[in-house]
């Protein structure tokens, strides 16, 4: 009997324990996210520059690595990825020393980009299959040595149909979620049909292969009110159909909603909605002068109770 009331408590406590850890991964119901890009325009800024919250899960997307020479007139190469970030503030060791410094924090390269040297960066490939094999050797290559977490796409112009570009990319995810190369994927559309058209092919055939979309909602018109970027964040949202909307501002006075003009409030109201999966900006290289101002802010709102 003695027994049976122990085998009893015991099961009871083990129950209690499983309770207890499905409740601590499944909340918070939804981790946000602030993910930065950087290194971009040559101005030195580093990663330990720019404040990190210790509540928020933080993502540096380092800008770019792009398929092109690096020459005076830049030649696509068939997916073979160059670096061309500040590759003298943004090493490896700076990477692996913000990470011991920072457990929150995580960083990724994000390819393409809107130039490379004055030139489009196009999205160029000969073939599928080669641009796919080039792109997995140079881009497993630079992940590896830079220790990244994450991969975005950040493609502008494109010389090939949308379907051509969902297949290289879509393959290219992949073999890296697959092959655990990084942890990540974002896809950083805007609202032009002409590239939106490439990204919608892309989302429709593996959307289940990306994690965030960096939307750039400061390529939409400079003075956008709260109630338009809030209709804009509802478009998006009904264009990919289940994925997790990032908003964004940009911080070298572009177009879009600013912070000066009601950004965080608009955030508000989509947190209130339980739409808000997280911010980021564009970018840490303009956002020096005013010293991480809007960063601050940003974390503060992801990291604080609704
Ligand atoms: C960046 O640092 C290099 C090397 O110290 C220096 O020559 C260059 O002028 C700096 N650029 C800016 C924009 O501060
Ligand atoms: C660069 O891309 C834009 C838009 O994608 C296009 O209108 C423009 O003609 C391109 N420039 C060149 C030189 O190809």
Redesign the pocket.
């Known amino acids: 009997m003695e027994f049976f009331k122990f085998c009893i408590s015991l099961l009871v406590l083990q129950t209690l324990l499983t309770i207890s850890r499905i409740t601590a991964t499944v909340s918070p119901s939804c981790p946000v996210v602030f993910r930065e890009y950087i290194g971009a325009l ?3 800024v580093t990663f330990s520059d720019v404040p990190i919250n210790p509540n928020v899960e933080f993502h540096f997307l380092l800008s770019f690595a792009i398929d092109y020479t690096n020459t005076i007139s830049p030649e696509p190469t068939n997916g073979d990825f160059l670096i061309y970030w500040d590759t ?2 943004l090493t490896p060791s700076h990477i692996s020393s913000i990470k011991a410094k920072h457990k929150n924090v995580r960083v990724g390269m994000s390819l393409g980009g809107d130039t490379v040297n004055g030139k489009n960066a196009t999205f160029a490939p000969t073939s599928i299959t080669s641009w796919v094999r080039n792109a997995i050797y140079s881009i497993t290559k630079i992940a590896k040595e830079y220790n990244l977490d994450a991969i975005d796409i950040d493609y502008e112009h494109f010389n090939v149909d949308p379907d051509t570009f969902a297949e290289c990319i879509g393959r290219l995810l992949y073999f890296l979620k697959q092959n655990n190369v990084i942890s990540y994927t974002s896809i950083a559309p805007y609202a032009d049909d002409s590239v939106q058209v490439h990204y919608l092919a892309l989302w429709r055939k593996y959307g289940h292969l990306i994690d965030y979309i960096n939307f750039q909602f400061y390529a939409y018109v400079k003075g956008t009110t709260i109630p338009q970027f809030l209709q804009y964040f509802e478009t998006q949202r009904c264009n990919y159909k289940g994925g997790k909307i990032l908003v964004s501002f940009g911080t070298n006075n572009i177009g879009g909603l600013s912070p000066e003009h009601g950004f965080f409030d608009a955030c508000t109201i989509l947190r209130s909605q339980g739409k808000l999966h997280g911010i980021f900006i564009w970018s840490a290289d303009d956002s020096m002068k005013d010293h991480f101002r809007y960063e601050k802010l940003s974390q503060n709102l992801l990291a604080s109770a609704t």
């Open positions: 040559g101005k030195n003298d503030n």
